[in-house]
Structures are given as C-alpha cells and as structure tokens.
C-alpha cells in the first residue's frame, strides 16, 4: 500500500529536517514525501529543495494556515493512505510498519491507526501521551471502542502526527476545516468516528517537541484567553451539532452542554475586560439556548467567587510556605 508522509511547515528550516529524515528511515517505504511551504519567509522550502532533492516533493503557497497546507498536500497526494507529521515532531523508524500490522490483524476494517505519543525536548514531561489521559493499560494493539465519547471528554490518546488515514475518508469528510484557527485537527478526527474504526499502536512511535526554549503560539492563545479560542470552539460544537450523526444521539447533550461552557467562559472573560457589548452577545446566546437572565447572571457570580477563592488559596499557601522556610532558615 502506498503511503504519502505530508509535512506542512511555516518558517521551521531548523526543525523540518529531523521530520523529513523520520520519514526517510521508516521501515516500511513511504512512496512520497511532500512537505507544504506555507509561505515560508526564512528559506525553508529552498533549504529542503537544495537538501533532499527528488526525495522529497516541495509544494509552495501562500501563507493560509496549517489546515490549509495539509488540504493542499492531501488534494496532491498519491497515495492510498496518508501519514500526518507536523515538521517539529519526528517519528520512530518503525511507525509506519506497526501502523499496517495494527491495521492488518483488524482484517483492514480500519482507516484510521495512531500510535502513542512521547513528548520530545522538554526533560519534564516524562510521560506519554496514552498516559496522560488514563489510557496507560491499552493493549500493545487495539480498536477504540468509543473515540467519539473520547473526543468529547477531551481525553482523546492521539496527536494529528501518529495518524496514518486512508486518503479516501479525508475525501469523504471535506479534509480539515480551513476556518478554524486552532482545534482544526480535533475537528476532523471527531468527523471520522463516524467513517471508520480508529485502531492504535499502544507503543509510543511518535515524538510531538515540547522544547521550553521555543515558542508555541498556540500554548499563548489558550493562556491569555485569546478570542480565537472561544470563537473557534463555538464554530466547532455548533458544527457538531448540525450533524446527522449526532443529532438525536448520547453525545448531543454533551456537545450542547460543551457549547453553553464556551458562552459562559467567552462572557466571564469580556466582562473582566469591560467589553460589555461582547458579552452581552455571549449572555443572549445562552439565553436562546433556555437559560434565564436570572441564572446566567447567578452562574457567573459564582464562576467569578469560586475564581477569586482559589485565588486566595494559592496566595495563602505561598505565603505560609515562605514564613515556613523562614523560620528554618531556608529564604531571607
């Protein structure tokens, strides 16, 4: 079966290397290698042109986003299957081979494999990520039972690098969603559960960089309670909700109820900022959604004390542990 690695990359010439020579080393032969330049400005796609060659196949565009570069590389593709790798992470050279067994003992009902995920680069984060979300035990490999309730209980195993995914269900779902800033990745594979059985390789072959010294924009948008972050999610669950798959299904409440928690975060944090006008959109959308004035104003009073109360924990606790280390002669 012929598998296409797609690497999309924005200005990562010191990174985009190692991903490429991941690829290269796989022990079962990936067919192609494309790497999406999305509009690069430090050489990136020259440099990975003069060094790999006919090896690797360099498409330009652009600057559009990450869910843009990767709908390019899949529209280019040739392969029957497709192995997402983001160009700062790196796969083990065995991935792809175990990817195939894992598919192959399931008779090929798969269309989609991940496998577990280390964190590269960062000397804490010592853990998986399959033990990260309590999923510790899985078998060496295995079928999800549920990757939908996954996804909506945010404790989904995988990252958009350990997925391997026949082309034809990317085509059948119309790829990433080009309008989303951020969660793009989530989108699609909730999507898919509704297309195929997503197996897995319990051992981690995949590496994500979590290298403290680098920047990740990403990390800041969600910490400074970015716009994007609310706007981004209210067009996902609102998505999810229009579908046939989960209209009238056990999940339409959970997505209902994960939609009503964007509005109130979205509003508490425009009335910390006095954007009042903005969040009175946020107060009338729950409303439509059957909350009552009376108690959207209740609950984010009370969002705001429990805020404020483990506020003062936090300071209560730092300030005993300091007279604490005074007084045994630990901090001036």
């Known amino acids: 079966m012929k598998v296409t690695a797609l690497i999309p990359t924005y200005n990562r010439i010191a990174q985009v290397s190692r991903a490429i020579d991941s690829v290269l080393a796989q022990t079962y032969p990936v067919s192609e290698v494309i790497v999406v330049d999305d509009g690069s400005t430090d050489g990136t796609a020259e440099a990975v042109e003069q060094h790999y060659g006919s090896q690797v196949r360099v498409i330009r565009q652009s600057n559009a986003g990450v869910s843009a570069a990767r709908n390019h590389g899949i529209r280019e593709a040739r392969g029957e299957w497709i192995g997402f790798l983001d160009s700062d992470d790196w796969w083990h050279p065995e991935k792809i081979e175990k990817q195939f067994a894992a598919i192959g003992s399931y008779g090929g009902g798969s269309g989609v494999c991940f496998t577990n995920n280390v964190y ?92 403290p010294s680098r920047s990740l924009g990403l990390c800041k948008m969600y910490s400074t309670r970015d716009d994007t972050v609310f706007d981004c999610s209210d067009r996902i669950f609102v998505k999810w909700l229009s579908m046939p798959e989960v209209k009238g299904t056990r999940y339409e409440s959970t997505v209902r109820e994960l939609l009503r928690e964007v509005f109130y975060a979205s509003a508490e944090c425009k009335i910390h900022d006095m954007r009042m006008k903005r969040a009175m959109r946020d107060v009338g959308r729950l409303n439509a959604m059957g909350e009552g004035v009376g108690l959207i104003v209740a609950k984010l009073l009370a969002r705001k004390v429990r805020k404020m109360k483990r506020k003062w924990v936090r300071l209560f606790s730092s300030d005993r542990t300091e007279h604490r280390g005074t007084s045994l002669g630990v901090a001036e």
């Open 120 to 211: 590269g680069g960062h000397p804490e984060m010592t853990f998986s990520r399959f033990e990260e979300v309590g999923f510790e035990n899985a078998p060496a490999i295995g079928m999800l039972d549920d990757p939908t309730g996954l996804i909506l209980e945010g404790r989904e195993p995988f990252f958009t690098s350990s997925f391997l995914i026949r082309r034809k269900l990317l085509d059948e779902v119309g790829g990433f969603d080009q309008s989303l800033a951020i969660r793009e990745d989530t989108d699609l594979m909730f999507r898919l559960c509704f297309k195929t059985a997503f197996s897995f390789v319990g051992e981690p072959l995949t590496e994500i960089d979590r290298t």
